[in-house]
Nanobody
Framework: QAQLVESGGGLVQAGGSLRLSCAAS????????MGWFRQVPGKEREFVAA????????VYADSVKGRFTISKDNAKNTAYLQMSSLKPDDTAVYYC??????????????????????WGQGTQVTVSS
């Protein structure tokens, strides 16, 4: 069973950048597709971005396309979310998630939280105006 630990969250001004990291335990990280989700109080968890097992295929929510970049380093068992041109609307708790069991090739598949087997504890990102 994998354990995921996010880091890199914090307070940043609008227009700034942050890089979130998601470190995974275990030896099978290369077999996981990885996703990032975010959630604000009172709202459902929202899909942000995902990357396939090999790292060659990525999908993004329209709200972050062109500003966020997801990547994964299988040698370091770590996934990343580089966030640029941040907006106050990006304020949320950001969660990384690992998809071990399901094969996804479409946005709709990657965007479903129930396709992910493991979740991190979340890291707070706050963007001030």
């Amino acid at each position: 069973q994998a354990q995921l630990v996010e880091s890199g969250g914090g307070l940043v001004q609008a227009g700034g950048s942050l890089r979130l990291s998601c470190a995974a335990s275990g030896r099978t990280f290369s077999t996981y597709a990885m996703g990032w989700f975010r959630q604000v109080p009172g709202k459902e968890r929202e899909f942000v971005a995902a990357i396939n097992r090999g790292g060659g295929d990525t999908v993004y929510a329209d709200s972050v396309k062109g500003r966020f970049t997801i990547s994964k380093d299988n040698a370091k068992n770590t996934a990343y979310l580089q966030m640029s041109s941040l907006k106050p609307d990006d304020t949320a708790v950001y969660y990384c998630a690992a998809n071990r069991l399901y094969y996804c090739s479409t946005y709709d598949c990657y965007a479903r939280p129930n396709k992910y087997d493991y979740w991190g504890q979340g890291t707070q990102v706050t963007v001030s105006s």
